[in-house]
């Protein structure tokens, strides 16, 4: 005879409140059956994008062809029966449906032949992206107004006669009530909404390219997305929370870059303060070590009365950062990065100024804000200008939603899969052990420092204004943003004062943490991997933050395939040293795999002439057997819950919990 199960006070609790929702054993039953049938089915398609750097049309063209999987379901499809060119235009409709009608609108006179035949091909492709999830997810993934035909087409077997009349009669119906453009937008979300389950950005969505806010807006919609901190993405993090130092570090990078798009356009933040303080303080000074980078199509539009107002905001802003950024320094002895105070080690008189054991001329010190006796001390105009800066980056509505969003899908690392992900580095003594960092009254380091890191980031925004615990994760940010071995800067130095300063490029170096050496070694890749509890020959680690120089014939693939760099230049700025424009990942049910693209040629011409990012597919590692979502950490929750159900059942059976049968 079967013991009956016995069940504690805490678990009877846990399981009458499960019983709300399942009321019956014929409710516990039917979901245990639809849990399990979810549990067999493939690992839904993963999508890993890093160092995006504001580079907006590239991202979206990225994100909407799913890295290529999407023009490989078009082939897959019709490379048999359909020429390259038509199979072009689909995917490129599918990409960008309702700028592509337009488009086709203009050039044909009668589109109904052309409609038939696209709303066949798209529901062809949307029958295949769709094939391997249940048809409850998706159905929850259909556009409202057209959720019950879209479920109807990919659904019916063509192959039947009095089925294909049916299909016929939908499309031709579609067609004649003039919805067949709405339709067609309809099903080509769909394809990209189910084409990727999930998606990973690897941090840095920020700085360099013109409109991470737009970025950003695509992630706001985004079905399901995760987010590993980047330092620009910190430093932004900060400047939202209201650092003064963070801000002017926002401002000072993108006025050096003439990225001034996201901050004026794109948050609303007006730099008027600055401008009229930089052109009355500065209009005497010397700033050509602060020239703006002038590059792209419209360099050449700039006067020169326009550069020299930008040099001298340059200037301005990053005399007012360094003050601030010592004011940090001695407040936190505890960063151990005492000798980064340069302002008081100038010496005025002989131009020149002494950094550890060498003495450097410096081309600029012509600071008339700056009081030698008392280097670090705004003046009262300065404390006016950052505190106004502030407040606008304070009222941005738009920056504000942005950065919420970054904290409530972000994190500095992510275990997802089997995976660890974070965009930096895990910080590595000379001697290849952890590095440990005396923080927080204590010490710490790996996985017990990042996540101390992960809450003390968390303070800075949510902590009320004003409040020492807030002044505390502020000042912490800028720590991560560019402290001593900080995990997402991962280097020495930031060396921004000799930049600007000293024209002896020696000075400039900043010598990364012994980390970007180690991870080439399996071993080293192991012990990382436990550290964050994940053994096993298909855990990896996901990286992003340093330039992969692909035409020096460098790999992406490290530490014996253990580790993945996916930063490979998606800023134009690195393009030229990277040799390509970026890395994206693709881990699907079968198969990781590496993609590397080619240089964007913009949306206009994409559209036009039905152009594609150039991409090549490197897979990398093959599973023996195709993963389930049983393998998977939501297959995990999935059965979990499944198990409690089945507690659930055995209580009923037991008399334990009532059923109740009230509809």
């Known amino acids: 005879m079967k013991r009956k199960k016995s069940f504690s006070q ?3 609790r846990y ?31 993963e999508h890993f994008i890093s160092d995006v750097h504001g580079e907006h049309e590239a991202f979206l063209h990225i994100l909407n062809s799913c890295s290529g999987v999407i023009r490989e379901k078009v082939d897959d499809l019709f490379a048999s029966t359909i020429s390259k060119g038509e199979r072009d235009e689909l995917a490129t409709l599918i990409y960008y449906p309702e700028e592509k009608l ?6 044909m006179k009668d589109m109904d032949e052309w409609y038939r035949i696209t709303l066949h091909r798209l529901i062809e492709v949307c029958r295949f992206v769709t094939s391997k999830y249940t048809r409850s997810k998706v159905r929850k993934a259909l556009p ?28 031709s119906t579609i067609i004649d009530l003039e919805q067949a453009d709405g339709f067609i937008e309809a099903v080509s979300a769909v394809i990209k909404r189910m084409a990727v389950d999930h998606m990973h950005i690897v941090g840095d969505i920020f700085d360099r390219g013109p409109r991470a806010d737009i970025i950003m807006d695509s992630l706001l919609d985004y079905h399901s997305v995760d987010i590993q901190w980047g330092n620009h993405d910190i430093l932004w993090m900060g400047a939202a929370s209201g650092s003064r130092t963070l ?5 000072a990078n993108s006025i050096h870059y003439n990225n001034l798009e996201v901050i004026e356009t794109g948050y609303g933040v007006s730099l008027r303060p600055l401008s009229v303080f930089a052109n009355e303080v500065y209009k005497d000074c010397d700033v050509h070590r602060f020239a703006v980078k002038l590059t792209g199509p419209d360099a050449d539009q700039y006067s020169e009365k326009d550069k020299l107002l930008s040099a001298r905001m340059h200037k301005a802003i990053t005399i007012i950062l360094f003050k601030l950024e010592g004011q940090k320094l001695l407040r936190h002895p505890e960063y151990g990065m005492s000798d980064r105070l340069l302002l008081d080690k100038i010496d005025y008189a002989n131009k020149c100024i002494t950094i550890g054991d060498t003495t450097y001329p410096l081309e600029d010190v012509d600071f008339p804000t700056v009081d030698p006796k008392d280097p670090y001390t705004l003046t009262p105009e300065e404390d006016t200008v950052i505190n106004q800066l502030t407040a606008s980056f304070l009222r941005s509505e738009k920056l504000q939603k942005h950065i919420r969003f970054l904290y409530s899908k972000g994190s500095l690392y992510k275990v997802f899969n089997g995976n660890l992900l974070f965009h930096g580095c895990i ?33 800075a925004y949510y902590h009320k204004l004003g409040t020492p615990e807030r002044q505390l994760g502020m000042d912490f940010l800028w720590f991560l943003w560019a402290g001593r071995n900080s995990p997402i800067f991962g280097r020495d130095r930031m060396t921004t004062f000799e930049r600007r300063l000293i024209k002896d490029e020696s000075a400039w170096t900043e010598p990364k943490n012994p980390y970007y050496t180690y991870y080439q070694d399996p071993a080293v890749c192991d012990m990382l991997l436990k550290e964050f509890g994940l053994e096993g020959p298909h855990c990896h680690i996901i990286n992003g933050h340093i330039p992969v120089k692909s035409k020096k014939g460098e790999s992406p693939i490290k530490g014996g395939g253990k580790l993945i760099v996916i930063d490979g230049g998606f800023c134009k700025a690195y393009q030229p040293t990277t040799g390509i424009a970026g890395y994206t990942l693709i881990y699907n049910s079968w198969v990781l795999r590496i993609v590397s693209h080619e240089p964007f040629c913009g949306r206009k011409t ?24 049983a393998q998977t950490d939501i297959g995990a929750k999935l059965q979990a819950q499944a198990d409690a159900l089945r507690d659930l059942l055995s209580a009923y059976k037991a008399g334990a919990v009532p059923e109740d049968h009230r509809e």
Request: no cysteine; net charge negative.
């Open 606 to 629: 994409a559209i036009e002439k039905n152009m594609d990012i150039a991409n090549s597919s490197r897979v990398f590692e093959r599973m023996d057997t195709r993963i389930k979502i």
């Open 247 to 251: 801000v002017a570090t926002v401002l």
């Open 427 to 459: 910080p590595m003594t000379a001697d290849g052990e952890l590095l440990s960092f005396q923080i927080g009254g204590k010490e710490r380091k790996g996985q017990e420092f990042l996540d101390y890191a992960d809450t003390a980031a968390r303070q």
């Open 15 to 45: 399981l009458k409140l499960l019983a709300q929702q399942y009321p019956t054993v014929q409710a516990a039953s039917s979901e245990i059956i639809n849990l399990q049938a979810i549990l067999n089915l493939p690992k839904g398609t």
């Open 10 to 12: 805490e678990e009877l």
């Open 144 to 171: 409202k107004d057209y959720a019950y035909i879209i479920d109807e087409l990919i659904h019916t077997n063509y192959a039947e006669a009095d089925k294909r009349d049916y299909f016929e009669n939908i499309i």
């Open 102 to 107: 337009e488009q086709l609108h203009r050039q």
